[in-house]
């Protein structure tokens, strides 16, 4: 728990970090793999229990994956890139 507590909570306490970007941050990577991981748990749950695995779970993977692969990290280039624009306009 630890270090999913840091990365998901330490860069709120970047001054940098504006709240509509933390936020935007939790709903775009936090929410889908929360509810990847509740549904992940309850899939084992139901095939532990004789049941059969259902192909929506593959369907999740599938899209949610796509979220870490490219949505997590273009929104982190877009705040990297706005901090080095924030910089260059305080300098001039």
Known sequence: PLPEFVKNVGPSLVKTLKTRYQLL???AHGLPF????SFMGAE??????GGEASVLL???VAIIS???LFVSPTLFGMWLK???DDTKSESQ
Do not use: E, M, P
């Not at 929360?34 to 991981?37: E, N, P, S, V």
């Open 82 to 84: 706005g901090l080095g």
């Open 66 to 68: 796509s979220v870490g």
């Open 58 to 60: 593959k369907r999740l």
């Open 44 to 49: 084992t749950a139901a095939v532990a229990r």
């Open 34 to 37: 929360t509810i990847l991981w």
């Open 25 to 27: 941050a939790i709903l």
